[in-house]
């Protein structure tokens, strides 16, 4: 018995998996919350006492500003298409004659991106200080 040459049709490889698709951007972050407010009272008796000084030292500062989100992660890329099997059968002459040859699987496609990241959000606006004298 000899194997005889394909009569059936030419092998095709399976088809590949489409490529993933790409993740979406991350949501900015939150504007920080705002600085309290002050209010300083000095008791200085006779002596002096210095309002400028104490204004430009004591400071009341915004929160900073939240982190922008992660970006969203990539969609996974297709599978590919199964492989097949060859199929054959035996002719009257005893002969195996191979019908179709199979084929091998396809390739799974690429992941997509990931998404940018969000911007960070911006600092609270600082406090008020003020500052009273009492004698």
């Keep these: ?17 489409g ?5 979406g951007p991350g ?9 309290g407010n002050i209010h300083v009272v000095i008791a200085c ?3 002096p006492c210095d309002v400028d000084l104490l204004e430009r030292v004591i400071f ?3 929160g900073p500003g939240g982190p922008g989100g992660a970006g969203g992660s990539g969609g996974s890329g297709g599978s590919g298409g199964s492989a097949r099997s060859p199929t054959t059968h035996v002719d ?11 084929c091998s699987a396809g390739t799974s496609g690429s992941s997509g991106s990931s998404g940018s990241n969000g911007a960070d959000g ?3 606006n600082p ?3 003020s500052v009273s004298v009492v004698r």
């Design 19 to 23: 490529s993933g698709g790409d993740g």
């Design 127 to 129: 406090g008020r200080v």
């Design 45 to 47: 008796g006779n002596g």
């Design 60 to 62: 009341s500062a915004g």
């Design 122 to 124: 911006s600092p609270g």
């Design 92 to 102: 009257s002459d005893g002969n195996t004659v191979v019908d179709d040859p199979g």
């Design 1 to 17: 018995m000899e194997a005889r040459a394909p009569t059936g049709r030419m092998a095709e490889n399976a088809a590949n998996g």
């Design 27 to 35: 949501g900015d972050g939150g504007p920080g919350g705002d600085g």
